[in-house]
Structure formats: C-alpha cells, structure tokens
C-alpha cells in the first residue's frame, strides 16, 4: 500500500512539472513575440531587414500595411484632438559633384483645439529608400548624431562604400527627429521640419553622358509617447502623403559616367603613379635607414 501511495505522489509531480514547463514555454513565447513586435523595435526598418536581404519597393509597402501598422499601438487614436497631418512635402538636392545633401522639408498640421492627454513626446522618423547609384555612409550619419543633428539615425541594405553602381543592392536611411513639445502646443497648430541628409553617388558604368538617379518620396512616421501609471507607450503614426497640400519630392540626380574611351590612360596613369609612389618609398626608407646608421656610428 505504501509503494502504491509513494507511486501515486511520484506521478503527481512529475505530471506537475510537465505542466509548469508548458505553461513556463507558453509564456516565455508570449513576451518574446511581444518583445519581437515590428512596432516595438527602435527602428521601423529592422524588422524588415530581418526577414528580408535586398529592398524591395512593393515588399517594403506591404510589410508597413500589414506588420507595421496592423500592430502599432492604438491608445492615441481615440482622442480625436490628436490628429496630425501632413500638410506638405518638399525635397531637393543640395550641392555639386558626386557628394550632395538631399534636403527634406515637411510641415505637419494639427487640430487647435486643446487635447485631453497629450503626449510626453514625439519624433517624426523619415525612411528613405535610396535608389541604385546613390549610398549614405553610416559613420557620417553617426557623427551627426553625436552633433545632436538628427536623434538617431541608422542605414540598412547593402552598407558596403566601396562597390560601383553596377555591383551594389539598394539601402535605405532612416533618420529620427525630435519634435518636442511644440507638436502639441495651442498656440502653434503647424510645425516645419527640416532635414539635410548627406549622400554619396557610387561609381556608374562606362558609358557617354551621365546616368539618371531619381530619388521618390520618403516614407514618413510620426511616433509618441503616452505617460501612463504604469508605463510608457509608444504609438506610431503614418503620416499620409496622398492628403498633402503640396508634394514635391522627386529630386533628380545625373551621375557623370566615365568614358570607355579613356580607359587605357586612366590605367596607364594610375600604374604609373603606384610605381612612382612605391619607388619613394624605398628610398625614402633606404636614406632613413643609412642617417639611423650614421647617428649609431657618431655616437660610438
């Protein structure tokens, strides 16, 4: 009776620990896809990135439709007062040459009358999706951001400096702004941004004339803070570009392509110069050598 009765109690906990981890798995699933939400990540563009290696437009589109916003938090969107809006959107090149600053300016419209529970703060992020021939250098953007020019800012896609035109994927820039507390302010229900995003032109292929990089308009997101008791949550806005006022964003750059024709003296020119260049060096090291020799023997 007593083997039975210590069977018994066996059995009991070993169906209990059973059911501990399941529910432990259960929950521990729960907070990571929580933690893991697109809409929760720093980063509108990470989440994509992670699923995906080259930027494409349509899949880009569909993810913001249905991973993006599908999830994002919807704790403002009852408070009718809080309804921003972009009025305009205008973007131009800034610059010559082969580096050139790609100027955004937008200006977002919001309802005059006061609002019930205003945020603790916002940031507008503009999501660049660069086209071929055209790159950001993330150790730029970066420094930037420690100048307090942009709140953050990051590069995905392909991030190698390097590659020509022809041998490179697509990258996108996301850069963050702060807002600040005059989004919501009574006294100004209409805010200007402005943005100058520094780029870099890759090298296009041999050919005559130039190659034709035309920029589209930027995706653009309006995220805020709700100051609550028990914590603070953030909520994502897109802000439509099709109800603007005023839309001109399609900057245009023409990128020189280098001439076939003068291939064999560029090459012959740059052969020369490497030969000349290594030839300075060794002598300059044989003449250090010989007065390190020299300076050895006065001094013995």
Known sequence: MELHDYLARRLAMVITVILVAKISSCLNTAVLSEVHAPYVDNYVAKSYFNKHENLVDSMFEDFIAHDILYGACVSLQGNVEFSPKLSALHGKLIGEGSHRRLSSTLRLKMSSESISRPPKSCEVIIVERLPSGVFADPFELQHLVQRGVFRDAAVFG????????????????????????????????????????????????????????????????????????????????????????????????????GNREHTEVVSAFTFISAVVSALLIIVASIKYSDNASSNVLKQS
């Open 158 to 257: 392909d991030t190698n400096l390097e590659l020509p035109s022809f041998l490179s994927n697509r990258s996108l820039v996301e850069v963050h702004l702060e807002v600040g507390a005059n989004l919501t302010s009574q006294q100004k229900d209409e805010l200007e941004i402005h943005m100058e995003l520094p780029l870099h032109a890759r090298y296009q292929p041999l050919g005559h004339g130039f190659s034709r990089v035309e920029f589209a308009s930027p995706d653009l997101f309006l995220r805020c803070n709700v100051e609550r008791k028990e914590d603070d949550t953030g909520c994502l806005f897109l802000l439509d570009k099709q109800n603007a006022e005023s839309i001109d964003t399609h900057p245009v750059w023409e990128v020189p392509c």
